[in-house]
């Protein structure tokens, strides 16, 4: 063993941090007896700590010495600071927080400490981070001092019972950071010497998820999602911004137009009021379909290129759709296969037909091949 390590590190096995290597022990606590060790997971972890560590600088740099709106407790509160306007956002990562905490409560509970690290480091990487801390810069740089409010009042309020949340697996760095944090989410006082340690636990409020929140979210990420696909089918730079052309979904994208203009670095969200419209402003450029809601990053397209990537997509749903049909005209599937496992392949024949009905319309704007 010893002589397998010393070749695996000649020069010695690096330094991760304590919090790091607790984390990664925590995560690979699983129900089996053995583990195999990977310091690449404590690398990753480290990364996280480091996520961490400037997510809370942001966090401190935009709500400390700020109005936080901390006196209120309402949607839109009259206070002596003011209103709270909380956006769909603001209510979707507190759900999200509580989520997270009930997913810790269980894992505690059921002996697994995996389970704990991996609801932890998904929430705070892939939500507040990656999603919601892009969306505060938004709403601070664009909102008015209602919303503004609110937003320092989620930053800093989440981002606090984080830090509880995460503290009994990384000890040091929640604990360092705390000292700041807890004054600034008004939960000691800057004088006290009070440690995160006795500070309570943070326990799930369910009741605090908010359905339409999550569904207005889902479909912003999903909206991103599509104009970052466009971008890349596009092969444009992440430094060039160009105009979005929309048709459909008017009261979304009004209310999503200053996020949509940030996270898929647009220069600008311009709704069409008709087909035609839309049809005129978009040309010849390529079209992603989301249900009734439709999207062209309005540039100028080499129509050759297009002609062969709309070919390539059209082949690729007629497979699709020969694959669905074949399922469907096989009586011994159709027979055994539950009712629900067929439902869902009819869904996908019909999903599939009308996007590529769509596709030949917008191939068919090209022109003929010359």
């Given at each position: 063993m010893r002589e397998a390590t010393r070749s695996e590190f000649p020069h010695g096995i690096p330094g991760y941090g304590a919090d790091a290597l607790r984390f990664t022990f925590a995560a690979l606590a699983s129900l089996g007896r053995n583990i195999n060790f990977d310091s690449k997971r404590c690398e990753g972890y480290r990364n996280f700590c480091n996520k961490l560590w400037n997510a809370t600088r942001f966090v401190l740099m935009n709500c400390e010495g700020q109005?936080?709106?901390?006196?209120?407790?309402?949607?839109?509160?009259?206070?002596?600071g003011g209103y709270l306007d909380f956006s769909p956002a603001d209510r979707w990562i507190v759900g999200e927080l509580q989520r997270a905490e009930a997913a810790v409560a269980q894992g505690f509970a059921d002996y697994r400490l995996d389970n704990v690290a991996h609801a932890i480091y998904q929430f705070v990487w892939d939500e507040y981070c990656d999603w919601y801390l892009e969306i505060a810069k938004v709403q601070l740089q664009t909102g008015d001092a209602a919303r503004q409010r609110a937003t320092r009042r989620t930053l800093i309020r989440v981002l606090e019972a984080v830090l509880r949340l995460l503290h009994p697996i990384?000890?040091?760095?929640?604990?360092?950071?705390?000292?700041?944090v807890a004054v600034v989410a008004g939960r000691k006082a800057a004088a006290a010497d009070a440690s995160i340690v006795v500070a309570p636990y943070p326990?799930?409020?369910?009741?605090?998820?908010?359905?339409?929140?999550?569904?207005?979210?889902?479909q912003l990420k999903e909206v991103v999602g599509q104009c970052r696909t466009l971008r890349s089918e596009m092969n444009l730079s992440p430094a060039t911004r160009v105009p979005l052309y929309t048709l459909g979904e008017a009261d979304f994208i009004a209310s999503a137009a200053p996020l949509l203009k940030a996270l898929a670095k647009l220069s600008d969200v311009r709704p069409c009021s008709d087909e035609d419209a839309f049809a005129r402003a978009t040309a010849l450029a390529p079209v992603?379909?989301?249900?009734?809601?439709?999207?062209?990053?309005?540039?100028e397209v080499d129509v050759g290129a297009e002609r062969e990537r709309l070919a390539k997509e059209v082949a690729r749903l007629e497979a699709e759709i020969a694959k669905a049909q074949a399922k469907l005209g096989n009586e011994s599937f159709v027979a055994r296969a539950p009712a629900a496992v067929v439902d869902q392949e009819?869904?996908?024949l019909a999903d599939f037909t009308t996007t590529l009905s769509r596709v030949k319309d917008q191939a068919a704007r090209l022109g003929p091949s010359p």
């Open positions: 109005d936080c709106g901390l006196a209120e407790h309402g949607a839109q509160e009259c206070a002596p990384t000890p040091f760095i929640t604990e360092e950071l705390w000292q700041s326990a799930a409020q369910l009741e605090r998820v908010d359905a339409g929140a999550d569904a207005w979210i889902a992603a379909v989301r249900g009734e809601l439709r999207l062209a990053l309005h540039v009819r869904q996908r």
